[in-house]
T-cell receptor, first 117, second 112 residues
């Protein structure tokens, strides 16, 4: 079972460069999301999607774009990388709230460690 | 603003000790509280708590939720070195779309 797959595992960018972090899940989950994890800050929500064609902003969306053209894929784009975007990025997915009123646990990918110099 | 606060931020104990990790939350339209364990990579799911006073248990780990006082605790008894990890709690907020708000995490170190 692949679960949630993130690529690449590591990336180094120069300031101003653009790139896309890939995320794919094979569990037919409606809900997908991106988090960044910084020391002492926990996990902060960047963007999320409740289904194909629907995306919304989380807590820290500036500098990031997302799209959801299929149920399986949810790429995160950095348009012009900045050193403040150095972080570990996690993609996570779950069944949607329509499956039940109390939420369902997120399944996480293994993360992408991004360094912007 | 939704907020989840964990304490302590860091804890070092000896193998065999019992530990209690705390999580307080202020989350709009609260639905549930989740606990995760994070070792080197992705967080792995431990518990989902939705009702006050009902203990969830898995081996040496247990957790309980108090929806009146807005907190949860995670207990680990007879700790082992393999329990060393960052423990994260998250509140599930909102109607319609699932939105998790995470705490900062508690880094637990178990010394042999």
């Amino acid at each position: 079972n692949a679960g949630v797959t993130q690529t690449p595992k590591f990336q180094v960018l120069k300031t101003g460069q653009s790139m896309t972090l890939q995320c794919a899940q094979d569990m037919n989950h409606e809900y997908m999301s991106w988090y960044r994890q910084d020391p002492g800050m926990g996990l902060r929500l960047i963007h999320y999607s409740v289904g194909a064609g629907i995306t919304d902003q989380g807590e820290v969306p500036n500098g990031y774009n997302v799209s959801r053209s299929t149920t399986e894929d949810f790429p995160l784009r950095l348009l012009s990388a900045a050193p403040s975007q150095t972080s570990v990025y996690f993609c996570a997915s779950s069944y949607s709230m329509s499956r039940g009123p109390t939420g369902s646990p997120l399944h996480f990918g293994n993360g992408t460690r991004l360094t912007v110099t | 603003e939704d907020k989840v606060v964990q304490s302590p931020l860091s804890l070092v104990v000896h193998e065999g000790d019992t530990v209690t990790l705390n999580c307080s939350y202020e989350v709009t339209n609260f639905r549930s509280l989740l606990w995760y364990k994070q070792e080197k990579k992705a967080p792995t799911f431990l518990f989902m708590l939705t009702s006050s006073g009902i203990e969830k248990k898995s081996g040496r780990l247990s957790s309980i939720l108090d929806k009146k006082e807005l907190f949860s605790i995670l207990n680990i008894t007879a700790t082992q070195t393999g329990d060393s990890a960052v423990y994260l709690c998250a509140g599930v907020a909102g109607r319609g779309a699932q939105k998790l708000v995470f705490g900062q995490g508690t880094r637990l170190t178990i010394n042999p």
